[in-house]
């Protein structure tokens, strides 16, 4: 346990369907990440959020939409996806930006 | 070229055997990480490094900054070390840059 938990653990959906990641940190962290793992790739900084406030987005496109409405919880909103899209998706979070990150379980996620 | 290489991408050992796995980058950083990722995905980060060397039980943790190269090694491993082992650094203020990752098994 790291104290990062994410909902759901797995994901299948549709590519016209809409639906919504979570991740909750019980750390007392200020940023908050959101990484995508796809096969045989590494990972891939999506949004950074610092106290509550985004900081980053690394060209991810518009399908994919964050939301962080306190420094505790971070949602990933996802609409019309691809089936490329298919991937891991972790959040993190760190007491500062350059603190050690902390990692949730994860969301694995197929796109039909 | 990835900013970023790990070697080897696959390693299998049998239990008891010193691990070594190797990390070379191609730019200045402030830290250098080491992280593990069992099956299943959850990831949980090993050390956080940006000069010298650092132990932790079994696992230890060294950096040459003037050859931008950082090795993890594993003594008397074990196969719940089993696991891919990324590396993956900061250079300056920018974002994290990781590795592929290396594909560690142990067999009992």
Not at chain 2, 20 to 47: E, K, M, R
């Amino acid at each position: 346990e790291t104290g990062v938990t994410q909902t759901p653990r797995h994901l299948v959906m549709g590519m016209t369907n809409k639906k919504s990641l979570k991740c909750e940190q019980h750390l007392g962290h200020n940023a908050m990440y959101w990484y995508k793992q796809s096969a045989k790739k590494p990972l891939e900084l999506m949004f950074v959020y610092n106290f509550k406030e985004q900081t980053e987005n690394n060209s991810v496109p518009s399908r994919f939409s964050p939301e962080c409405p306190n420094s505790s919880h971070l949602f990933l909103h996802l609409h019309t996806l691809q089936p490329e899209d298919s991937a891991l998706y972790l959040c993190a979070s760190s007491q500062g930006r350059e603190e050690t990150q902390y990692f949730g379980p994860g969301t694995r996620l197929l796109v039909l | 070229k990835n900013e970023v290489e790990q070697s080897p991408q696959n390693l299998t050992a049998q239990e008891g055997e010193f691990i070594t796995i190797n990390c070379s980058y191609s730019v200045g950083i402030s830290a250098l990480h080491w992280l593990q990722q069992h099956p299943g995905g959850g990831i949980v980060s090993l050390f956080m490094l940006s000069s010298g060397k650092k132990k932790h039980g079994r696992l230890i943790a060294t950096i040459n900054i003037q050859e931008k190269h950082s090795s993890l090694h594993i003594t008397a491993s074990h196969p719940r070390d089993s696991a891919v082992y990324i590396c993956a650094v900061k250079p300056g203020a920018q974002k994290l840059v990781f590795g592929q990752g290396t594909r560690l098994t142990i067999n009992p």
